[in-house]
């Protein structure tokens, strides 16, 4: 059963893993979930007739101690769905899962769906409509005859390697109706980056790939970046980023888009906007040529329309004769979507040179950069920390909060700290960063990044930059 975590400030609510009794009592049904909510005001009680389709509505609520509520006013021969939240006086948790069940029918009327992810990588399973979000192995109990649409969401470094189980292949959405018990596997595989990779990939056939009948000289050769590099939506509510596109290339770049590579619940929409002020000058959803040598950025809209854990989110960013590799952390865009609202950081790094490189000199070998945010979610407690990602890359680093107007350091510098964000405050941070080794300046492999992650560990916004020596 799945296990949904939420905090609302300092209350962690817990509802979990919904459950039809055994026994169904004349003119009655009760269902059971696993633990009660502490710290909620109640337990809100929500029913739909039939397995599929039709609205949920609320039939009651539960004590915030409660495992389990009685409904008297279902009917005989009916089919009744229900979930259940947490609540407080101004926000609610996540959903459990859904649970149905029949008066006059012996033994719940579910089947089990198993899911579980196998393969050398790693990854979630989202089901949109259904309320599933699986990372690692999970069951749901749902009514016999539903129908699901699962959807593989591999984490940074691995790919969908297909699904095996209730007749699904291939790697596309698993879609099935289930008539009894089934199981279903997403396999994962690993796909690690390789350090010194080329920034970007000319062709669409396949990553280093030209697209046939088309000769380097014929399309332009274009790179990414995606400010900022995390943020963190409720369902329904619109997030926003900027992209900017450089053709580098001799040739120039036609018709360049973007659309989401990675398979997520949500709706995207872009729009070409002035480099020098930000603000849109093209029509919605419509591509645009780049010159070579000329950037061209854009302000790209996601709109989760369900709840999703944070995913590295990868852009199909080009035309039809250029493409662009993620690099994540670069241009690619950390997202997570919610059902209740939480902190979102917004997080932008400078560096000295302002060309987003953190320089580490021959002489001391250490260097620092500076990262300014902005909380446009929720107030809470935010944990900061530094990392390099997926690489090795030869620095000790430390960090520490700054005053904003003076740039000094509020408290001794350390690997991470945790500070209260409040909605609309603006708190600075700097990043400092000693050589430890011999450090090429390699853009992909060689990178700083900086996290925001709220007390459950959920990441509310990040941001980066390129680390090397000179």
């Known amino acids: 059963m799945r296990t949904s975590r939420f905090i609302f400030g300092p209350l962690v609510f817990c509802a979990v893993a919904l459950a039809w009794h055994a026994d169904a009592f004349g003119g009655s049904l009760t269902l059971a979930w696993n633990n009660p909510s502490a710290g909620a005001d109640g337990i809100s009680v929500e029913r739909r007739t039939g397995a599929s389709g039709g609205d949920f509505a609320v039939i009651g609520t539960a004590d915030p101690s409660a495992t389990e509520f009685t409904d008297t006013s279902a009917a005989d021969g009916l089919l009744y769905c229900y979930r259940v939240r947490a609540f407080t006086a101004s ?164 018709g360049v888009g973007i659309s989401l590579r990675t398979a997520i619940p949500a709706a995207l929409d872009y729009t070409a906007t002035d480099p020098a002020t930000n603000q849109p000058v093209g029509a919605l959803n419509t591509p645009v040529d780049i010159a070579p040598g000329q950037t061209q950025t854009f302000l790209i809209s996601i709109v989760p329309t369900d709840a999703f854990d944070p995913t590295n989110v990868v852009l199909n960013l080009g035309g039809p004769d250029t493409a662009i590799a993620p690099l994540s952390g670069v241009n690619t865009l950390s997202l997570s979507g919610s059902i209740a609202p939480g902190p979102d950081v917004v997080a932008v790094s400078a560096t000295s040179d302002g060309d987003g490189i953190v320089y580490l000199t021959s002489d001391s070998g250490a260097g620092a950069f500076a990262v300014a945010t902005t909380n446009v979610g929720l107030s809470g407690p935010v944990t900061v920390s530094v990392d390099t990602g997926p690489f090795a890359v030869p620095v000790t680093l430390a960090l520490c909060q700054t005053d904003p107007v003076t740039g000094a350091c509020l408290s001794a510098a350390g690997a991470s700290l945790t500070t209260q964000i409040d909605t609309a405050t603006t708190p600075t941070f700097a990043i400092f960063a000693e050589r430890t080794g011999a450090l090429a300046l390699d853009p992909v492999a060689n990178r700083i990044f900086v996290r925001f992650a709220d007390s459950s560990g959920t990441l509310r916004g990040a941001t980066s930059v390129a680390v090397g020596s000179r």
């Open 91 to 254: 926000e609610y948790s996540d959903y459990s899962n859904v649970a149905c069940g029949q008066i006059g029918v012996a033994g719940p009327a579910t089947v089990a769906l198993s899911l579980g992810a196998a393969g050398s990588g790693g990854g979630a399973i989202v089901g949109a409509a259904s309320g599933i979000t699986c990372v690692g192995s999970c069951s749901y109990q749902l009514a016999p005859g539903a129908s699901v649409v699962l959807t593989a969401l591999p984490d940074p470094g691995s790919s969908f390697a297909g699904w095996s189980g209730a007749g699904c292949s291939g790697t596309g959405s698993c879609a099935a109706t289930l008539s009894a018990d089934a199981a279903v596997t997403a396999i994962f595989a690993a796909q690690p980056i390789t350090p010194g990779s080329p920034p970007d990939v000319l062709g669409l056939g396949g990553e280093g790939t030209p697209p046939s009948g088309c000769c380097p000289a014929q399309r332009g050769a274009l790179v990414a970046a995606v400010l900022p590099g995390a943020r963190s939506v409720q369902i329904g509510s619109a997030t926003t980023a900027f992209v900017s596109v450089l053709n580098a290339g001799e040739a120039g770049a036609a």
